[in-house]
Nanobody
Framework: QVQLRESGGGLVQAGGSLRLSCAAS????????MNWYHQAPGKQRELVAV???????DYVDSVKGRFTISRDNAKNTVLLQMSSLKPEDTGVYYC????????????WGQGTQVTVSS
């Protein structure tokens, strides 16, 4: 069992930046992927950034070039650097850990609120 805790959310003006952090209670070094999801108000949770065990990354088109995900396996943390923020980036951001892609097990944090004002 791994617990995830997000931090770093807040209120920012459009065009600004925020850095979200996800701290895991245990080792994430062998986890297949560490991910960030975004849930906008009234919408379903959406996967926005993925970081695999080799450090490879992928992003949903809407955040490409603006968001950067990274993981530090030694510190059991995952970061999401967000820049050029837009009002549509508003919502709750959740950290997600997938130990093994094949078994369906996943851990979730409680989320951190990001609000981007226009």
């Amino acid at each position: 069992q791994v617990q995830l805790r997000e931090s770093g959310g807040g209120l920012v003006q459009a065009g600004g930046s925020l850095r979200l952090s996800c701290a895991a209670s245990g080792s994430i070094a062998t986890f297949d992927t560490m991910n960030w999801y975004h849930q906008a108000p009234g919408k379903q949770r959406e996967l926005v950034a993925v970081c695999d065990s080799a450090g490879g990354t992928d992003y949903v088109d809407s955040v490409k070039g603006r968001f950067t995900i990274s993981r530090d396996n030694a510190k059991n943390t995952v970061l999401l650097q967000m820049s050029s923020l837009k009002p549509e980036d508003t919502g709750v951001y959740y950290c997600n850990a997938v130990p093994h892609a094949w078994d369906g097990l996943a851990y979730w944090g409680q989320g951190t609120q990001v609000t981007v004002s226009s």
